[in-house]
């Protein structure tokens, strides 16, 4: 065979290898974006929305004082209306509405399902809180309290400190990543050690205006990282060719990073320098949002309609089916596990879920855009 020939026939194959993965990956998402899903009701017999008019877009809810007194911290808007016009992870970004925008955070008593907001004292004035993702560690008597904030002022998107102690978010300080766009589009934080302020943070976006933004998202493309900040070093990138990096956890000296739109979980060792090694993926078939542990399991919260979620996003009124699912945090390390489903809804009862937790087999369920907090007996 000549020369010529060969080439011909190498280039052949690497167009047939091209087009078969394309295709592969063509079929991949359409099954994650829900097109054609049969959607079953599981798990929605025994639930209640908990104060609709109060837990209001609480994209992010996670568990703490589980010896004593059980209870969630949820991150929820002030006003859902604004919401619809300022997200930035959602593409709304009309900075037009007047004064500051100043989300909330809410304490939820599992036991007494009662509900209390937390008072500020000391946050700058003049700044927007626009909450998205957020960690809470202990300390001593207090709480600590890292959380993502897109706000319009400044450079824009940045992580605020707070001390948590009775019902009383004391600010600390900011962590401003958007120099060199090491952290502009953060979306979702997991603290390592908050002696020294080292946590991992989610950057889901390369780019964090219009139109650039959308685009980036329509075509897939790996542009979002992890990065980790500590109080010597400030941030760095970890972990980079990620599409849409959500949800993360850490669990002793591993990582669970949520890539959304590829509806894939990848496992990471953590080494002594906070350096990240990859290990294994796991597939869903549902774009996933947020990753909590509680109970020795992972819970993941997402969306099992790509189109129905976009219209809900803009519009109430119309239904965007939610999904949860469950997996052994020890089968994550350790084998193959095939994700649970232990909750999904296409009648509206919980619209584009974001987040879930688990506490005495209760599961509570929350969205970005959702009117209350989802409580369900299992």
């Not at 493309?221 to 956890?249: C, M, Q």
């Not at 294994?280 to 990753?291: A, P």
Request: aromatic share 10%; hydrophobic share 40%; charged share 20%.
């Amino acid at each position: 065979m000549s020369v010529y020939s060969q080439t011909i026939v190498v280039c052949v194959a690497l167009m047939i290898a091209a087009v078969g993965f394309y295709l592969q990956t063509i079929v991949r998402l359409y099954e994650i974006a829900g097109f054609g899903r049969q959607i079953k009701q599981i798990n929605t017999n025994n639930c209640n929305v908990e104060f609709p008019r109060k837990l209001q877009g609480c994209e992010d809810i996670l568990v703490f004082n589980v010896d004593t007194n059980p209870s969630i911290l949820l991150g929820c808007s002030h006003d859902i209306n604004q919401r619809r016009k300022w997200f930035p992870p959602i593409s709304h970004q009309n900075s037009t509405i007047p004064g500051v925008i100043r989300d909330h955070f809410y304490v939820y008593n599992i036991e007494e399902r009662s509900v209390v907001k937390l008072k500020m004292k000391g946050f700058p004035k003049t700044s927007d809180l626009v909450l998205h993702g957020f960690d809470l560690v202990a300390n001593g008597n207090e709480h600590l309290l890292y959380a993502v904030n897109h706000k319009r002022q400044g450079n824009g998107s940045v992580i605020e400190k707070f001390s948590l102690q009775e019902n009383v978010l004391t600010y600390l300080t900011t962590f401003d990543g958007n120099d060199n766009r090491l952290v502009n589009t953060p979306n979702a934080i997991t603290v390592v050690d908050h002696r020294t302020d080292s946590f991992y943070v989610t950057n889901d976006h390369y780019y964090n205006h219009e139109p650039a933004h959308d685009v980036e998202s329509l075509l897939l493309r790996p542009w979002s990282h992890v990065a980790f900040h500590s109080k010597s070093d400030g941030f760095k990138i970890v972990e980079d060719g990620l599409t849409y990096a959500n949800g993360i956890a850490k669990y002793e000296n591993k990582l669970f990073v949520v890539q959304s739109s590829l509806g894939e979980l990848s496992v990471y060792d953590v080494h002594q320098d906070n350096n990240l090694t990859f290990v294994k993926k796991i597939s869903f078939d549902y774009i996933l949002d947020n990753i909590r542990l509680t109970g020795g399991d992972a819970y993941i919260a997402g969306h099992l309609s790509l189109n129905a979620m976009g219209k809900y996003f803009k519009n109430p009124n119309v239904k965007s089916p939610s999904a949860v699912a469950k997996l052994s945090i020890q089968e994550i390390i350790n084998g193959n596990p095939v994700p649970e489903y232990v909750f999904s809804d296409n009648t509206g009862l919980m619209n584009s879920s974001t987040v879930a937790v688990s506490h005495s087999n209760i599961l509570f369920i929350s969205g970005l855009m959702s009117r209350g907090m989802l409580r369900c007996e299992l």
